[in-house]
C-alpha cells in the first residue's frame, strides 16, 4: 500500500503539531501506528505515557526539540531517536523559530495516551533510551554495496516490540529483495527510490508504504543522489 503525500491532508491532534498519517488502523493496517509529525515554533507535546504494549518510537528528521523522558530533560536533534516504552512519561517541545518534525512509530494500533501532570525534570546530556544521530551504522547486507543501515531503535535502546533504521542508498545501489512475518512501514527521508518488485512505483520525499506480512519488498535508487528510508518493523531486531 503507498501513501502519497500529495493526496494527503494534516491533522492536528495538539496546537501547532500537524501530522501525517502513514500507517493505522484508518489504513486498515492491524499492528503499526506510525506519522509524521512537526512541531511550530513555541508548540509541543504535553507530557504522558502509553499504556499496554504502545511503545512509542519518536525519530528525529528536523530542527531542534526539548526532550522530557523519564524525568530528564534534554535536547535532541536531526538523527536522534529516543524509545518511551510503556508507562514511561515524555513529552517535547519546540523552543526554537524553526519547525521540528519526527517521525512517530508504535507496533500496535490505535496506542492509548495518558495525559499527566508535568514533572520534576533534571537537566542531562544523555540516557539510555535516546540513541543519537549515526551511532549505528554499518552495512545493510553483506555483499550489498552502496546500501547502509543507521539502527535507531532496538533490544540496544531499551525497545522491547519495536525495530526502526534508516537505510542510505547511493546512486545506483539497490536493497536485497525481503520479506518479514510483520507489516513494515517505509518512509522516504529525503530523495527517491523505485520499487524493484511489483508495479514498480517511483516513491519520493515523504511518500511511503506499508508491506504486508509475508509480501516481498525492495527498493532502487535511480537517481543522481543519495536517497533515505526510515524503516518500522512492529518487532524486535534479532
Known amino acids: 500500500m503507498i501513501i502519497w503525500r500529495s493526496e494527503q491532508e494534516a491533522a492536528d491532534r495538539y496546537p501547532g503539531c500537524p501530522r501525517f498519517a502513514l500507517a493505522g488502523a484508518d489504513f486498515g493496517h492491524s499492528s503499526l501506528h506510525v506519522g ?3 512541531y511550530q515554533p513555541g508548540y509541543g507535546v504535553p507530557h504522558h505515557y502509553h499504556t499496554g504494549g504502545a511503545e512509542e518510537t519518536q525519530i528525529m528528521l528536523e530542527g531542534e526539540l526539548e ?4 524525568g530528564k530533560r534534554m535536547t535532541v536533534y536531526p538523527g536522534d531517536t529516543v524509545t518511551a516504552p510503556p508507562g514511561t512519561g515524555h513529552a517535547f517541545h519546540n ?5 521540528g518534525r519526527m517521525i512517530t512509530a508504535f507496533p500496535l494500533t490505535p496506542p492509548e495516551t495518558i495525559h499527566i501532570d508535568d514533572p520534576e525534570l533534571e537537566d542531562a546530556d544523555s540516557h539510555p533510551a535516546i540513541v543519537r544521530a549515526d551511532s549505528r551504522r554499518g552495512s545493510y547486507a553483506e555483499g550489498v554495496r552502496g546500501v547502509e543501515k543507521v539502527e535507531l531503535s532496538g533490544d540496544f535502546s531499551g525497545a522491547k516490540s519495536t525495530y526502526t533504521y534508516f537505510v542510505d542508498l547511493q546512486p545506483g545501489s539497490s536493497m536485497p529483495v525481503e520479506s518479514f512475518d510483520a507489516e513494515t512501514a517505509i518512509f522516504v527521508v529525503s530523495g527517491s ?3 524493484i518488485i511489483g508495479e514498480r512505483e517511483l516513491l519520493s520525499t515523504d511518500d ?4 504486508l506480512p ?3 519488498y525492495g527498493f532502487a535508487n535511480e537517481g543522481d543522489v543519495s ?3 526510515c524503516v518500522v518493523h512492529p518487532f524486535l531486531n534479532g
Open 208 to 211: 511511503g508504504a506499508v508491506v
Open 227 to 229: 536517497a533515505r528510508l
Open 36 to 38: 509524521d509529525l512537526y
Open 95 to 99: 523552543r526554537t523559530e524553526k519547525v
Open 214 to 216: 509475508g509480501e516481498k
Open 67 to 70: 526532550c522530557w523522558v523519564d
Open 193 to 195: 527510490v523505485r520499487s
